[in-house]
């Protein structure tokens, strides 16, 4: 009867690993008219978007043009990170979230710079930095400076 016990052990592990083999999740952006992809590594949070782009010449079938992780978008510290959508059909960007922390950040394109950015990491009831524009204004918090927005909305 002990030989069984090994067997049942790697029989076990052998059918963990593809779970701890995803290490990735994709969601399309919400916006409807928009072939954008992101994906994002669950462990580091990192994400980078593709999308489906015309071959200006060759009259081929086109290619993948994806953008790498920029300012924001790199990776973070480890944790359990995904990719949610919302549900606004304009929006080209999607959220980060750290499901262990409740953190949130906004991903999108800035195509100028042919790389994905993310806004810095928070979560609600946590302070906002003193130079966070205060919701419903353009306006920063009384004191301090508000720095332009790279590229307007996503």
Do not use: W
Not at 47 to 59: D, K, M, P, T
């Amino acid at each position: 009867m002990r030989p069984i016990l090994p067997t049942l052990i790697v029989c076990g592990l052998l059918h963990a690993l593809p779970a701890a083999a995803t290490s990735y999740e994709f969601v399309p952006a919400p916006q409807t008219d928009l072939n954008r992809m992101y994906r994002i590594d669950k462990v580091t949070g990192e994400v980078i978007s593709c999308q489906y782009g015309l071959q200006e010449s060759g009259g081929g079938i086109g290619q993948t043009v994806c953008f790498g992780a920029g300012e924001g978008a790199g990776p973070q510290a480890p944790s359990e990170y995904g990719l949610v959508a919302s549900r606004h059909g304009r929006e080209a960007g999607v959220f980060r979230v750290n499901y262990r922390t409740g953190e949130m950040s906004i991903c999108f394109v800035l195509v100028k710079n042919q790389q994905v950015v993310c806004t810095q990491q928070s979560r609600p009831g946590a302070e906002p930095p003193d130079n966070a524009p205060i919701p419903g204004t353009s306006a920063g918090r009384p004191g301090t400076s508000v720095t332009p927005s790279q590229g307007g909305r996503p």
